[in-house]
């Protein structure tokens, strides 16, 4: 069974998103074909940042993703239900889903973060799918049970990037299922790894996804940096409902 799929690129992505230059490569991954699709700043800036930092020096390093495995406790998947970490990076959430007997996908930008994830989980990396792609940029052929992101919608500031980014999801996404959405809870940090990012609340969540989509829960969270700071986090888990 291939391991890696394959995304497909809408037209209409293009020519809202024309000021980036927009490369398009077959690779790749664990020896079968996906197409990644992405643009070419936030490739580079995301590769550098994994490249220069070792994973558990990372500024959003979780020793182990507490909130995200009691939310997704909550919800009450069942076992081989399909879970896709949207700017998963090298976070060990991947290898709790695995533990817990899902289905995982890791969906991110940067080909070093998931070099480094697919480096720490050895033979385990073979059950996972690996997805090089812009979230903003790419639409699902499968289709999951839960969508999880934490901190990567925060660093889509263009509404544009905002809007393809619930497109994406809306398309990804079965009847049912569940998104947990994490990033910086307003009042906290406004900048992330260098770059600016938006402060989501559940109104704004709301409106980005549309009435498709029902809020489930909010919760926040104290981040602790690895250097010993604190970042106010907020998660909110929404339910598709049509
Ligand atoms: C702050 S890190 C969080 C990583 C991980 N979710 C965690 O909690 O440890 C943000 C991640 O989002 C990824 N990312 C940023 N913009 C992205 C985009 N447009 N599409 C896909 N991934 C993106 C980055 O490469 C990085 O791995």
Redesign the pocket.
Same mark, same amino acid.
Request: hydrophobic share 45%; net charge negative.
């Given at each position: 069974m291939n391991p890696c799929s394959v995304w497909a690129y809408p037209a209409v992505f293009a020519l809202i998103h024309i000021k980036y230059a927009i490369r398009r490569a077959v690779v790749r991954c664990g020896g079968h074909r996906h197409i990644k699709h992405m643009s070419g700043s =936030?490739q580079t800036h @995301?590769d550098k940042v994994?490249s220069g930092t070792p994973p558990e020096q990372?500024s @959003?390093?979780?020793a182990r993703?507490e909130v995200s495995l009691e939310l997704i406790g909550a919800i009450g998947l069942r076992r081989g239900a399909a879970v896709i970490? /949207? +700017?998963? +990076? !090298? =976070?060990t959430l991947v290898d709790h889903l695995l533990e817990q007997g899902f289905a995982p996908t890791v969906? *991110?930008?940067?080909h070093a #973060?998931l070099a480094q994830a697919r480096t720490r989980l050895g033979p385990r990396a073979e059950q996972v799918r690996w997805v090089i #792609? *812009? /979230? #903003?940029k790419c639409r699902p052929e499968a289709q999951f049970d839960l969508w999880h *992101?934490? !901190?990567?919608l925060h660093?889509?500031i263009e509404p544009a990037d905002q809007q393809a980014y619930a497109a994406c999801l809306h398309a990804a996404l079965k009847p049912g299922g569940h998104a947990i959405i994490a990033g910086f809870a307003p009042g906290g940090p406004e900048r992330? =790894?260098g770059l600016p990012v938006v402060q989501h609340d559940a109104a704004s969540l709301a409106a980005l996804l549309g009435p498709g989509f029902e809020l489930v829960h909010a919760r926040d969270e104290t981040h602790r940096t690895p250097a010993g700071a604190e970042q106010a986090f907020r998660y909110h888990v929404f339910r598709r409902i049509a």
């Open positions: =936030s @995301w994994y990372a @959003w390093r979780q993703p970490d /949207v +700017g998963g +990076g !090298a =976070s969906l *991110d930008i940067s #973060a #792609a *812009d /979230v #903003a *992101d934490r !901190a990567a660093f889509l992330c =790894s």
